[in-house]
């Protein structure tokens, strides 16, 4: 299931980009060329295949630059198209349609890349238990929305932020003293709702957080043999995730090992942005 999207953050950030794009003066090559009664209609078409993610912030481009914008879209967020394909359609005042186009299509097509990109990894492990997750690895202040994506593309969210799970990475184990010491201050420090996840890369350390007990454990840059032994090591007490050298051409492997999510940064750092236009008419 998607999340929905919080309105005052779509609009906050919304917001943010059409001051961004707009200036000081507004705009001023459409104030200088379109009259201010025109009215047009326009339509956001895809270009290329993919899976549609960003409808509500590119709905709230429009309505903020114009209440007088109708914004109907044609398809769900979460959705697949096909080139050629119609995603939505806009009413109104000339001048608003264009002055927030570059806005709603810049966050319709980060996100619909993002969710597209997801889509072609989650099919690549349907035929097994393997969910794929996202990471950290996102936009600054787009955080949430990129994450949205995901779930758009039919991806797992990983935690938020810093402060929603303990993952305890392998400079935190260095600097605490092992993977020992570090669970045994972690569950002394966290409470009872919070989960705890240690990253590990090697058996005898995955030893090491079977005596002490997590809730997860990352297993990272393990050979597809490795996870199998860790799979079978850990036998259902935790969760396991995978991570590290997952590609198109891998993940399919990983999944098969029997893990229970792989964690790809690249979902969110390395997504191509889809190619979505608008057409617009003078009415």
Not at 11 to 35: S, Y
């Amino acid at each position: 299931m998607i999340f929905e999207l919080p309105s005052f953050a779509v609009e906050d950030a919304v917001r943010a980009a059409l001051a961004e794009d707009l200036g000081r003066a507004g705009d001023v090559t459409t104030q200088a060329t379109i009259p201010a009664s025109a009215t047009a209609s326009a339509v956001i078409a895809s270009r290329e295949a993919g899976v549609i993610a960003g409808l509500p912030l590119a709905r709230a481009a429009f309505s903020l630059v114009s209440p007088e914008t109708a914004f109907e879209s044609w398809v769900r967020d979460g959705d697949e198209v096909e080139p050629g394909a119609l995603v939505a359609r806009i009413d109104g005042p000339a001048r608003a349609i264009l002055s927030a186009e570059r806005v709603a299509l810049n966050y319709l097509g980060r996100l619909s890349g993002v969710a597209s990109l997801t889509a072609r990894y989650a099919a690549r492990v349907a035929h097994t238990k393997a969910k794929i997750c996202d990471t950290r690895k996102t936009t600054p202040l787009l955080r949430a929305f990129e994450k949205y994506a995901v779930r758009c593309g039919g991806g797992a969210n990983h935690r938020f932020g810093l402060d929603d799970a303990v993952l305890i990475k392998d400079n935190h184990i260095a600097v605490a003293g092992g993977v020992v010491p570090a669970l045994r201050a972690a569950k002394a420090f966290v409470g009872h709702l919070m989960k705890i996840e240690i990253e590990v890369d090697t058996l005898d350390q995955l030893q090491d957080v079977l005596r002490e007990g997590a809730d997860a454990v990352l297993l990272d840059n393990m050979s597809t043999e490795e996870l199998r032994q860790a799979v079978a090591m850990v036998n259902g007490r935790m969760i396991c995730e995978a991570s590290g050298g997952v590609n198109l051409d891998t993940v399919g492997a990983i999944a098969e090992t029997g893990v229970d999510l792989i964690s790809v940064g690249a979902l969110t750092h390395s997504a191509k942005v889809l190619d979505l236009g608008l057409d617009i008419a003078i009415l």
